[in-house]
């Protein structure tokens, strides 16, 4: 994004917005106000960390990350788009499509009067996304730093033919100790276990992990809750516009093969992503809109 117009609305943020590291290169925003603290990517529009004052991040991101165009970020809030999981194509693409390997631009900074901040950010088509996907696009996200961390992603078909989407806010929360947390929200509810063959399960337990777990869950609509007693804390994972739950921790030996996942990161890291996927994925109509959105917040 042009730089001068940048500059112009961090101007208008009365000093709650900033500029971080390199900032022509790879901007990336400091948001500070009343309530929290956050850092935002530029590119994908990622939000890196969010810590409300005098708590712990609830966000993890991983220390060898990369930060570089076109590579995705690994921690934060990734937006997966348009499709969930490998590429159908053949030869495939990238995985979680390609909205979290492109620059965003910031289109507005809002100080709202309850002293949480919002910021838009949107992408649209381009020639180079239309070689990776063929259809006209717009995609605002709305961040709201207050109390609580929210992301709104819209999405919206901008084409003259019919799209089919599958989608997610990949949120990566950090935790004390993997094998020390449960989840609570998804007990009785079907799943497809990607690690057993597409298995389709359900447990009337409250999750816990021992191994690598790759979890898609259907037709959950209702917020989640990690507790994580060794903090202790607990973290509520809320969501509109999604009927699937993907819960993700990649466990030793995933992890220690991905370059940029630091080593024993696994134990301090869970996804909860509110996604669009399987018999969930969305189909816009020209010119129709769909909005996926989560809200991540620490309760006591
Ligand atoms: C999760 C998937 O959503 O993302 C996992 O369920 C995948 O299968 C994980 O490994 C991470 O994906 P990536 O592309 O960011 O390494």
Redesign the pocket.
Known sequence: MNMPALSALLANSAGRVMLLGDAAAYPILLVENSHARARIALHGAQVLSFQVHGEQDLLWTSESAVYREGA?I?GGI?I?WPW???SLQMPPL???GFA?NHFWSLASVLEQSDGSSVLNFSLTDTAQTRQLWPHGFILSLAVVVGRNLSVSLTMTNTDSLPVQITA?L?TYLRVSEISRIAIRGLENTRYID?LAANAVLSSPEAITFAAET???YFDCEDEVVIDDPLWPRKIKVAKTGSRTT?V?N?WVE?SSK?ADFDRGGYQNMV?V?A?NAADDSIALAPGESHCLATTVSSIS
């Open positions: 995705a690994r990734p997966c969930f999981g490998p990238q995985a979680h979290r997610a990949h990607t790759d979890r898609i993907v993700w990649p995933k991905m996804c992503e996604t």
